[in-house]
């Protein structure tokens, strides 16, 4: 992370090095925890530093959907190139000690493909980011000219 700021925010650098340079120590009762990896749930600043540690990965993948939002990655495109780029993010994941934790992804597919041990989601009910990510293909009529007039709405 301290490498990542000084690479392409170095003007935070001297800043976050004297936050992040040492150990925080933690009381819990009696006991004391040395936190030495990453920053503290809560720090306002911990979302820039985790974007910006894994921005240079996620600009390198090749896959056709590459969207990020904070620690939700979604990636589409061939299976081929799929799984390339995860195995890219896993690798440099482990590089950077941010580890990747495959029971929290879902594989979304219409085909019979199983890409590791991914959970898999049914296209009807992929949400993403709190949004349904597509329309259900059975709508009845009214719900078809609820979901063709809702755009129009919405521009208004």
């Known amino acids: 992370m301290l490498y990542s700021v000084y690479n392409r925010i170095p003007k935070l650098y001297a800043f976050c090095m004297s936050a992040y340079g040492q150990p925080s120590v933690l009381h819990f009762g009696t006991y004391t925890i040395l936190s030495q990896k990453g920053t503290q749930q809560g720090d306002p600043l911990r979302p820039l530093l ?3 540690t894994i921005h240079p990965t996620l600009s390198s993948l090749q896959a056709q959907l590459n969207l990020g939002y904070l620690d939700d990655i979604s990636l589409g495109g061939s299976v081929v190139r799929v799984a390339s780029d995860m195995a890219k993010f896993i690798n440099v994941g482990a590089e950077i000690s941010m580890p990747f934790n495959v029971d929290k992804c879902e594989l979304i597919t219409s ?46």
């Open 50 to 52: 985790f974007c910006n």
């Open 111 to 156: 085909d019979d493909v199983v890409l590791q041990s991914f959970n898999r989601v049914k296209i009807e009910n992929v949400i993403l980011l709190g949004a349904l990510f597509f329309l259900v293909q059975h709508l009845t009529e009214r719900e078809t000219n609820v979901a063709t007039t809702l755009p129009e709405q919405l521009a208004n």
